[in-house]
């Protein structure tokens, strides 16, 4: 097994050539982790000590030439660094950045200009030897970060219709836009009823299976909406003043919010504030009264309303009406604060939302109220429960929407789900969500670069609370997706190492599989043992057991060590413990990575896997030794 690097990194990832593995270690080192920066916001005008770690070499910087570039009030200025410490191995820099923007910007530089090559530039995506835009800057961002649960938890995503089914559903009538299911009937995840199946799944029923989510790990407990509608995802609210008598009503939702907090998990809801069903009653009033002030709240064209994407069963809300803003999100009165527990019974609230659509809410035409109605909603949340989390939904590339000001945080789709897809999935295995095509077949080194850059986009306090998933109730199983469960294991691995928060939708736990978001939406097998995957569900609980036990798997800054075509390896660390992740989607060359500036004085601890991590060499030329074995994931403390 042998290390390459090169002296002149390519863009983004910073060493090797194409088609060989790439070993980053010897490249200098920042992110917003409290090794690098202080934790916790800074206030306006603060001065921040940030860090950069530059390993000794050849391309080694002087001690007059590191500088970091600060953009204030839109214009660049250089704040030169000084050498704070330094070892055998590297040299750590500090500089003092104010924070004097609500978001700061800012990126290192390395020179001289002189040195062949020329300079270095240091951003979120990686080292660069050439200029590159300023939207992948590192930022100092001053608005309060995600509460501390929401950061170090582990999410459990539940779709009421198809987790359990109590006795007490046995009373509720059917509804005249529902095709009754019998639990055990497979779902039609194409046809055009598919949003009509109705197995009859209950908020009781989520309470009595409560005990499978503690022996999993869970820390939140995320339900898809529990509001009326005139669907089974009920995404189409008819109203947001009571919870659906077919999930059991608003004492169905108090009581599993007890239960929920008398186990120590928090519950969090999910809210529709782009659009209602064309059943909601403030709609039904707008079309039955053109004068009344609901027919504000929805965007008209002559020829009708607007629908959510032409859809029009679903009225697309319009923030430019002064009265919505008063009952949906604004206050402790509104839709937003009442079902967090604005009437004082906290207890029996919601711990936060997740926010559906939450990239298009506020946004049509020259129309764009879409980060005042996010401010507008963390506010809310704010003054009922301070410490509720508000995460929205967002497939796309979510930079300019998820600057810490509202959002706390978004699904992670585009920096952690699509690319991960792509390296898993097999060439033309899986349709994509909205290409006209299969998801596309990447390497690890385009997958990583894909993870860097949009992760980049984004505050280091965001990306450490960001939702991350493999799979949703939108989304195809992840066991579909990696076509079996060792690639599985191992992708689910990634999920709960990486930076951010695991989110699981119910049943990937058990193996369960799904071509589409439709198909997906499986009914838990709890009376059918031969459809539930226990190794799989051992294995999740293991990685739940293990996030929990280690500081710098839920805290700890993200550093890169290896990319290959079939593995990447990365390094979580904080003050006090460094934990290396290795991930293979194949079996792989494997390969030796200096251990200067990885491994501490003891020797590495085997946290996951059957394979202890082997360190050979002496002195400079120690180095660790990776597996090539893949499918495979491997967790190793160093430090």
Known sequence: MTATTTSAPAPGLGVGRAGRTRVLTELPHHDGSEAYVPDGAPALGDVVPVRVRVPHGPDAPGDEDVWVRVVQDGEPRLVQARPERRDEHETWFVADVVAHNPVTSYRFFFGPSTRPGGHRWLTGRGVATRDVPDASDFRLSTHAPAPGWGTGSFVYQVFPDRFARSGRADAHDVPDWAEPRSWGDPVDGFGPGAGRQLYGGDLWGVGEHLDHLERLGVDVLYLTPTFPGRSNHRYDATTFDRIDPLLGGDEALAELARAVHARGMRIMGDLTTNH???????????????????????????????????????????????????????????????????????????????????????????????????REIRATMAAVRPDALLVGEHFHDSGADAQGDGWHAVMNYSAFTRPLWSWLAPQGAVRSLELPGPIARRDGRATVATMREFASAVPWAVTRSQWNMLASHDTPRLRTIAGGADLAHAAATMLFTYPGTPVVFAGDELGLEGRNGEESRTPMPWDRPGDRDETTFAHYATLARLRRSSRALREGGLRWVVVDDDAVAYVRETADERVLVLVARAPWPGVAVPAGTLLGPDAPETLLGDTPLRVSGSGADRVLELPGDGPAAFVWRLA
């Open 276 to 374: 209602t069903g064309v059943g909601h009653e403030w709609f039904r009033r707008a079309l039955a009264e053109p004068s009344s002030p609901e027919r504000d709240y929805y965007y008209w064209t002559p020829d009708g309303h607007v629908g959510w994407l032409g859809h029009a069963s679903l009225p697309k809300l319009n923030y430019g009406a002064d009265g919505l803003a008063p009952r949906l999100v604004r206050g402790p009165g509104s839709v937003v604060g009442r079902w967090l527990g604005g009437d004082g019974d906290l207890d029996a609230g919601l711990d936060g939302w997740r926010i559906d659509v939450a990239n298009m809410t506020g946004r049509y035409r020259d129309a764009d109220r879409a980060h005042a109605v996010a």
